[in-house]
C-alpha cells in the first residue's frame, strides 16, 4: 500500500535552470562504498539564487513563486544536506522534487 504525506502536498517552484552536473562525490571513495544524500531540485535552486547569485531571500522566493517561510525552509534544508554531505564524506545527487522550469 502507498504511503501518502500528511496535510496539503508542495506547491511546485519555479526553477530558472537544470544543474549543470546533478551528482557529486568525494574523491578517493568508491561509489559502492558511498552513502548519498539527496538534494531535491527547490533545494538547490534556494541555494543556487541566494549563495551563488547574492539574491536577497525575498527577492529569491519572489522568483520562485513561493512565500519567504517555504524559501527559508528549502534554503535551510539545502544548506544541513550539504553541510552533513562535506562533514560526513557523503556523495550529492541532485534529483526529484516539485518544481517547474521556466521558459
Known sequence: M???????G?????VARLPY???FK????PLMN???TTLLMEEFEALRLVDSEGLEQSEAAR????????FWNDLKSAR???ADALAYG???QIQGGSYRIQE
Request: glycine content about 12%; aromatic content about 8%; some cysteine.
Open 90 to 92: 557523503q556523495g550529492i
Open 63 to 70: 522568483r520562485m513563486g513561493v512565500s519567504t517561510k517555504t
Open 10 to 14: 508542495r506547491c511546485p517552484r519555479w
Open 21 to 23: 552536473a546533478d551528482f
Open 26 to 29: 568525494p574523491a578517493g571513495i
Open 2 to 8: 502507498p504511503r501518502y504525506r500528511r496535510g496539503r
Open 80 to 82: 544541513k544536506k550539504i
Open 34 to 36: 558511498l552513502e548519498i
